[in-house]
């Protein structure tokens, strides 16, 4: 692991290279990367929107009702469908993420936890811990292959994060 001076060093001789083969490869770099980060943004917000189509506990306070192609009745449409991801962006420690969310008040409370006014009880239901745990594979396979394709230009990803 070098030190802060071999990596200074090392950050002076890449600024230092301003070929024309190196800048495109770090702009393809980084497009490659924003299209993977969404890939598996996209999977994973898939994933929280089918555990709360069909609510937290008796799916009563889940919102409207949603109907699929084939005519399957799909109870909380509303909260489901305040789950989103956005573009990539930069987090404080300079790492570089998709924030998958929602600024739905009822997806807060059975996340983190209330006392049900209906049972008198402390209710919690973790959908999205247990989301990330079941697709963290395929999230990461998504990335692999979107990546992948496009680093090598199989895909054309130009406006990724547009």
């Known amino acids: 692991m070098p030190n802060s001076a071999q990596r200074t060093e090392i950050q002076r001789g890449l600024q230092g ?10 702009k393809d770099w980084q497009v490659a990367i924003d299209a993977g980060l969404l890939a598996a943004g996209e999977v994973y917000e898939e994933a929280i929107k089918a ?30 469908n305040s789950v989103k991801h956005k573009k990539p962006q ?19 409370m059975w996340e983190f936890g209330h006392r ?13 811990r247990n989301a990330m745990n079941e697709v963290g594979p395929e999230m990461a396979q998504a990335f692999h292959d979107v990546f992948d394709a496009a680093l090598n230009g199989r895909v054309e990803v130009e406006r990724v994060a547009a």
């Open 17 to 26: 290279d301003q070929s024309e083969t190196f800048l495109k490869f770090s």
């Open 51 to 80: 555990k709360l189509y069909g609510g937290y506990t008796s799916g009563a306070f889940a919102g409207e009702v949603r109907y699929g192609a084939t005519g399957k009745r799909f109870p909380g449409g509303t909260v489901a």
């Open 90 to 108: 930069y987090d404080r420690n300079g790492v570089r993420v998709v924030l998958v969310g929602s600024n739905n008040f009822i997806t807060r």
């Open 116 to 128: 049900n006014i209906f049972t008198g009880k402390f209710e919690r239901v973790e959908h999205w």
